[in-house]
């Protein structure tokens, strides 16, 4: 058997002697022996294939267990489904990316920050809902899942929905970083609504209302605009801003296509 040492084998590959004691480490890529005495590496030279794929691999990006996983594959089946997954991966990446050179190019385009803002008086009501305490990271995966579990409640309740979807968010969450979040379904009234074991009574207030079109990436110039508003008239309001999701976002996960009323909290006209 051919044996080559770490620096030989490094020299075949063109992956350095350090990122070759990191494959061996993760499990990446082992050794052809290792000698117990000295701890010395060797390698084979028919392992430089696996050496530069993992390489390969690494670039784009795929994780190491995904890498070991694809090495391991006991065919090309298997192996395209990690493959593939990845690659879907990294077309989100891609589209997220994408939306915020849009975010930026409008805001040093000097594009307006938000729509027209007006001043409306929102309902309250029955609805289904769901609230928890969470760090502002967490906002996105939790609130798919709430609102995926709201619908399926509400469907298995018989209840008719009434309105778009929607969700509060407190200050705390964009002054912490962490705070309280509600997302809710508006429903008919109904017995069934009180075995669903969901129930709340959405408020009804005055708010200053824009709508934001596209992803959410820039939807605190939205905010931002709206907070402007109530502060320029002197009605900054107390409680947690509410979001209208207009798009159904389980419905159309394509974020460019998103419309969402965004609702700031109004305080009453001062004598």
Known sequence: MQRLSIGAFARLTHLS?????????????????????????????????????????????????????????????????????????????????????????????????????????????????????????DIDSWFFDALAGLRATAVAAGLEQTGPAGGLYDDELFTQDAGHARVYLPVRDSPALDGTGARWELPAGRFAVALHEGPHRDVDRTYAALGTYAGAHGRDGTGPVRERYLTDPLDNRDSTQWRTEVCWPLAPWQA
Do not use: N, W
Request: proline share 7%; aromatic share 6%.
């Open 17 to 137: 002697v350090k990122t070759l004691r990191y494959y061996h480490d993760v499990g990446l890529l082992e050794p052809a022996l290792v000698d117990p005495d000295s701890g010395y590496r060797y390698y084979q030279p028919g392992q430089a294939h696996s050496a530069q794929l993992g390489r390969r691999f690494r670039d784009l990006g795929l994780p190491v267990a995904d890498v070991k996983a694809v090495l391991a594959a006991p065919d090309l089946a298997a192996r395209d489904v990690i493959l593939a997954g990845h690659l879907d991966r990294l077309r989100d990446q891609l589209r997220q990316t994408e939306a915020a050179v849009d975010s930026l190019r409008r805001m040093l385009d000097g594009g307006p920050p938000a729509g027209a803002i007006e001043e409306r008086l929102l309902d309250g009501g029955p609805a289904v809902s769901a609230a928890t305490y969470l760090a502002r990271t």
